[in-house]
């Protein structure tokens, strides 16, 4: 393997980490303070954090919905969207280990089983009780409108620039109407990695996380043919 595809895989891997870290550390350790807002723009900001870190060695993807969206525009290979894919899923996983580590680690939370991970859910596991049809429908829209915004973005050279903060804060936006919902996942890595560890405490949210990685895959699809759409019309 080249060293420069190591780079991006790292980089994928480490900006996936940061991102489940502190926007489902947010959720779980400080949700009831933050409120819907506050945990929106905790994941928003990472995305943009993270764009100026690493935009410049892997593109920022962290996020395996995005890297397929791109992969589907044709910028990304299919060598590259393993490579990616496997990064951010390990990411993903690290930076749920590191935040149940954190929060096994004090004595006030009350532990994981009390704070949650900050995973994704429907039914009993959504704040509104939103069912598995609404689940797919809510996650395959988000994702399209974020994937959308990364495409768009970064193809014009007068917007890319500026792509990390359009994009962290589309996440936010997303965020914003989906948290109630689902939790909002748009993101199969960041719903993975919470889900395992939460696992051997509720197997809920491992029992539903194909959800959260089916639809952003389809979301992510469905914001490529649109985008397509938009280049044909010019």
């Not at 870190?53 to 589907?72: M, Q, R």
């Not at 609404?134 to 495409?151: D, K, M, Q, R, Y």
């Not at 917007?159 to 936006?173: E, K, V």
Request: proline share 3%; glycine share 14%.
């Amino acid at each position: 393997m080249e060293a420069s595809s190591i780079k991006k895989y790292a980089a994928e891997a480490f900006g996936t980490c940061v991102l489940t870290l502190f926007g489902c550390g947010s959720a779980a350790v400080a949700g009831a303070v933050l409120g819907t807002l506050g945990i929106a723009f905790a994941f928003g900001l990472s995305i943009i954090a993270m764009a100026f870190v690493i935009g410049n060695v892997s593109g920022c993807h962290i996020n395996p919905a995005v890297s397929f969206g791109l992969f589907l525009d044709k910028r990304l290979s299919g060598k590259d969207l393993a490579g990616y894919w496997i990064a951010q899923f390990i990411g993903g996983i690290v930076g749920a280990g590191i935040l149940y580590f954190i929060i096994s680690s004090s004595t006030a939370l009350g532990g994981v089983a009390a704070t949650g991970l900050g995973c994704d859910g429907y039914g009993a596991a959504s704040s509104v009780g939103l069912g598995l049809a609404g689940a797919l429908v809510v996650e395959v829209i988000l994702t399209c409108i974020f994937v959308l915004s990364v495409l768009g973005s970064t193809a014009n050279e007068k917007t890319a620039p500026y792509a990390g903060i359009i994009i962290g804060l589309t996440l936010t936006f997303v965020h914003i109407m989906g948290i109630p919902l689902t939790g909002t996942s748009v993101n199969p890595a960041r719903s993975f990695g919470p889900a395992l560890f939460m696992a051997p405490i509720d197997a809920t949210a491992i029992s539903q996380v194909w959800v959260f990685i089916a639809a952003p895959l389809v979301g992510a699809a469905l914001a490529a043919l649109i985008w397509r759409f938009f280049k044909s019309a010019k």
